[in-house]
């Protein structure tokens, strides 16, 4: 009959859009931006305030620890990291803990922070690029540790280097590297020391002092030529 037509005629067109409403052209409800947008408005203010002060006490924390090297420090030598892997890395820091020199990757710019108002404060000029730090007492062995390390070896390049009031080449530092370190020294002439005691420890300690005013006068020398 009619009312019977008509009655699936309203029943088929009611399935329809139920179907259409599960298809692929249905547009569900969007949420509000980007995951990142999202993320970003769900933190408050005052997380990332704490984030901002945890990061500036990490900074200062390495500048303190840096700078309490450098006051005892008689040389810093920079060596450029291109690509050392982790492997290279902890063997290169193993062998400068053994000889008393400490090593380590810092951003450049706390390491400058570091030194304002030392005897290397020169050297902040030579800080820039991925940089190695090796820092001691021991001038001789800090330039040995990372010299020696880096011949032959183009990962680890020595790009500069300082003693208190005089910054080095590269060529100065393997030159510094060179020379026999203090535990060296004293080993050969602890049995033929004849001046005392006290006069041998001045003469041990003015080693890299003179091994500087050498170069200076070389450099000196060159320019006046």
């Not at 008509?6 to 409800?29: F, I």
């Not at 924390?61 to 060596?79: N, Y």
């Not at 990291?81 to 193993?94: H, K």
Request: charged letters at 25%; zero cysteines.
């Amino acid at each position: 009959s009619a009312d019977g037509a008509l009655v699936q005629d309203r029943s088929w067109t009611q399935g329809h859009r139920k179907a259409q409403g599960t298809s692929g052209n249905a547009r569900p409800a969007r949420e509000g931006g980007s995951p990142a947008t999202r993320y970003a408005g769900s933190r408050s203010p005052g997380s990332m305030e704490v984030n901002l002060s945890l990061d500036l006490q990490k900074k200062e924390a390495v500048v303190a620890e840096v700078a309490k090297q450098v006051s005892t420090a008689q040389a810093i030598v920079l060596a450029e990291n291109r690509g050392m892997p982790v492997s290279d890395m902890t063997q290169l820091r193993a062998k400068a803990r053994a000889s008393g020199v400490y090593f380590r990757v810092v951003k450049n710019t706390l390491v400058r922070r570091a030194v304002v108002g030392t005897p290397f404060e020169k050297l902040s000029d030579k800080m820039v690029g991925p940089l190695t730090y090796g820092i001691g007492a021991d001038p001789v062995a800090v330039a040995k540790v990372l010299n020696d390390f880096a011949k032959g070896y183009e990962k680890l390049v020595i790009m500069a280097g300082a003693m208190p009031g005089h910054v080095m080449s590269a060529k100065d530092v393997a030159a510094l590297a060179s020379l026999p370190s203090r535990d060296e020294l004293i080993a050969k002439l602890m049995g033929t020391m004849q001046a005392p005691v006290t006069k041998f420890v001045r003469t041990l300690n003015e080693v890299p002092g003179r091994f500087v005013r050498t170069l200076a006068a070389v450099r000196d020398a060159k320019s006046a030529a």
